[in-house]
């Protein structure tokens, strides 16, 4: 599968320690699985997660499902063991939290070599830092951390995410500028389908690529909002149809629901059916 279309439409924490976690992961609907080293492990279980999440994913079974590693801040006394030992895991993604700097990506790479790199955006000067962040050789990824940033810029919880809206613009600006995978931050009240419902779209409208999700039983409402609904694969596959026959009747112009279709709502359409194919092919593998 073309990696540029590959779905990333329901992004779920796992604690790297569990493995009733880990095992559950297998069975799971989602499209990729952030393994986690860091807040979902207690101080005392980090050397013991290390090789717990080693094991699970040397026995497989996770099927085409992305597998990140969320290792500790290289700046705790666990980031570079866990780094470490990421980079001998069968993982395809290393995810490093609280990235404030290029600087930062480069002492990961130092460790990690060519493994690609995520990053946890969710600190005031990473939002500052984003474009050169993006930008870096080994970025391949960006990871809102909404929960952090919201205490850091000391912000208010709101429907509308109006206090974060400067935060994920300029990531989703620096991530599309770059061509990198973006994901939404968490929606907390996991409980509560129809928040995320509306926080998913939100999401989705803005640009994002999926959601990171807390909990098995938000899977189904973030994979259903990122993937194309029927209504636009209809509009798109009349789309490029009028478009090809304007084009073989030598006219300049295609009209579709009494709107101009030009050359860059045909590409729009043609991502919209490939996104649905590479969907298909997930579930159908």
């Known amino acids: 599968m073309d990696p540029r279309l590959r779905p990333y439409r329901s992004v779920l924490y796992i604690p790297g320690s569990r493995d009733r976690a880990l095992d559950k992961a297998r069975s799971l609907p989602v499209d990729a699985i952030i393994f986690d080293l860091e807040d979902a492990v207690a101080a005392d279980e980090k050397e013991n997660a290390r090789e717990t999440l080693k094991g699970a994913l040397a026995a497989g079974g996770y099927g085409a499902r992305v597998k990140i590693v969320r290792i500790n801040g290289l700046d705790t006394e666990w980031g570079r063991a866990d780094a470490e030992a990421v980079r001998d895991m069968d993982a395809d993604v290393v995810l490093l939290p609280k990235v404030n700097s290029a600087a930062d990506v480069d002492a990961l790479a130092a460790i990690t070599g060519e493994l690609p ?3 946890m955006m969710e600190t005031s000067r990473g939002m500052l830092n984003a474009a050169e962040i993006a930008a870096h050789p ?37 991530a599309k500028a770059e061509g990198l995978i973006i994901i939404d931050g968490v929606y907390n009240a996991f409980k509560d389908a129809e928040g995320l419902a509306a926080e998913c779209a939100q999401g989705r409208d803005m640009g994002f690529d999926g959601k990171t999700l807390i909990h098995p039983a938000q899977v189904d409402v973030a994979n259903t909002a990122f993937a194309p609904s029927d209504d636009e694969i209809e509009l798109a596959r009349r789309q490029i149809s009028a478009f090809e026959e304007t084009e073989a009747q030598g006219q300049g112009v295609a009209v579709v629901d009494g709107k101009i279709v030009e050359n860059l709502h045909v590409a729009t ?5 490939a996104k649905a194919e590479a969907i298909s092919a ?3 593998g």
């Open 117 to 119: 790199i995520w990053a």
């Open 282 to 284: 997930l579930q159908a």
């Open 269 to 273: 359409a043609r991502e919209i059916l």
């Open 138 to 174: 080994l970025m391949a990824g960006f990871v809102m951390g909404t929960n952090d940033l919201a205490k850091e810029l000391q912000t208010r919880f709101r429907p509308d995410r109006l206090p974060m809206m400067t935060s994920l613009g300029l990531c989703l600006l620096a």
